[in-house]
């Protein structure tokens, strides 16, 4: 079945680092791809999405591309912020509109 | 978007005993889901609430153990039946405008439930 393979945290980065989570993932046919993110008591909301293969989805600095080839969807920010500190999960929706999720990544980015 | 609202928030709640938390979005909704989240974990679907049918489940959860039930299309509610500690985990609500495999899926902020 479908799967999402996620990098395990905890992730403690310093302001102003290069974020990278690696997300990779396993389907049949063409999921469509998604960050999703938890900040600290808050509920999850979608951070951004790719729905077919070499998109881009963008938000708040945030960037992940779909790339088929290496069935990848890592997500990157330049240069993070301590509001960036979350639980990020990388999800994965086939063709039976189920949400498959990943670990989650705990990043901590500390002053 | 969607706002969803759960009830319960959290409990604390007695082995044996049965909960059960309602989930309301304030806007008709085509798909309706029910996510587990053990601690420290991902989030599992348990299934998903059906409009006026049974609830569709995943594989290792049972409607005798979690029945859900959706009498409309703004919501759901899902009862955690005979718990045991094994079932403390927050538990979250989520819910899909349209029935496309591309569409944003909103969530509530969870029930955390504890067993004791």
Known sequence: ?111 | SAVISQKPSRDICQRGTSLTIQCQVDSQVTMMFWYRQQPGQSLTLIATANQGSEATYESGFVIDKFPISRPNLTFSTLTVSNMSPEDSSIYLCSAQRDSSNTGELFFGEGSRLTVL
Not at chain 1, 26 to 41: E, I, K, M, N
Not at chain 1, 56 to 66: D, H, I, L, M, Q
Not at chain 1, 68 to 91: I, M, N, P, R, W
Request: proline share 3%; glycine share 10%.
């Open chain 1, 1 to 111: 079945g479908d799967s999402v393979t996620q990098m395990e945290g905890p992730v403690t980065l310093s302001e102003e680092a290069f974020l990278t989570i690696n997300c990779t993932y396993t389907a049949t046919g063409y999921p469509s791809l998604f960050w999703y993110v938890q900040y600290p008591g808050e509920g999850l909301q979608l951070l951004l999405k790719a729905t077919k293969a070499d998109d881009k989805g963008s938000n708040k600095g945030f960037e992940a591309t779909y790339r088929k080839e290496t069935t990848s969807f890592h997500l990157e920010k330049g240069s993070v912020q301590v509001s960036d500190s979350a639980v990020y999960f990388c999800a994965l929706r086939g063709n039976d509109y189920k949400l498959s999720f990943g670990a989650g990544t705990t990043v901590t980015v500390r002053a």
